[in-house]
């Protein structure tokens, strides 16, 4: 017997062939997108017609597994207007995730210090 499977993408919409099989009653779909809402129906095919087709079934496909992700700072040293970019490699493809300008150099503060404190206040003092 010849099986007829067909797949559709979201909720509604056309169902499409994608592959035939004879004589199992088992099919692996590949090359499908993760994270995905896909529907799934058979029928048969007797040589002459082809069946009504059977229950569609839904199906979302896993969430890609994180093995790693890659940052790069195209600088790691700035002047005060320069402009720099971070990039994220996930599974081979790179992507600007961020622009940075910086608009004036740090200044570090140093020695925070508390008095005056109150119910509902603090004087804060630093370096």
Same mark, same amino acid.
């Given at each position: 017997?010849?099986?007829?499977?067909?797949?559709?993408?979201?909720?509604?919409?056309?169902?499409?062939?994608?592959?035939?099989?004879?004589?199992? @009653? /088992?099919?692996?779909?590949? !090359?499908?997108?993760?994270?995905?809402?896909?529907?799934?129906?058979?029928? =048969?095919? &007797?040589? %002459?017609?082809?069946?009504?087709?059977?229950?569609?079934?839904?199906?979302?496909t896993a969430q890609?597994?994180?093995?790693?992700?890659?940052?790069?700072?195209? @600088? /790691?040293?700035?002047?005060? !207007?320069?402009?720099?970019?971070?990039?994220?490699?996930?599974?081979?493809? =790179?992507? &600007?995730? %961020?622009?940075?300008?910086?608009?004036?150099?740090?200044?570090?503060?140093?020695?925070?210090?508390?008095?005056?404190v109150t119910a509902?206040?603090?004087?804060?003092?630093?370096?």
């Amino acid at each position: 017997m010849k099986y007829y499977i067909y797949q559709g993408l979201s909720d509604s919409g056309e169902l499409t062939k994608i592959a035939e099989v004879t004589d199992v @009653k /088992t099919y692996t779909v590949t !090359g499908l997108e993760a994270n995905t809402k896909y529907r799934f129906a058979v029928s =048969t095919y &007797n040589g %002459l017609r082809e069946s009504a087709k059977s229950n569609i079934i839904t199906v979302t496909t896993a969430q890609i597994s994180v093995q790693s992700i890659t940052l790069a700072i195209s @600088k /790691t040293s700035f002047e005060v !207007g320069e402009t720099t970019t971070i990039t994220a490699t996930l599974g081979g493809k =790179t992507s &600007n995730m %961020l622009t940075i300008q910086v608009y004036e150099a740090l200044v570090s503060v140093s020695n925070l210090t508390s008095s005056n404190v109150t119910a509902n206040s603090v004087t804060l003092s630093w370096t």
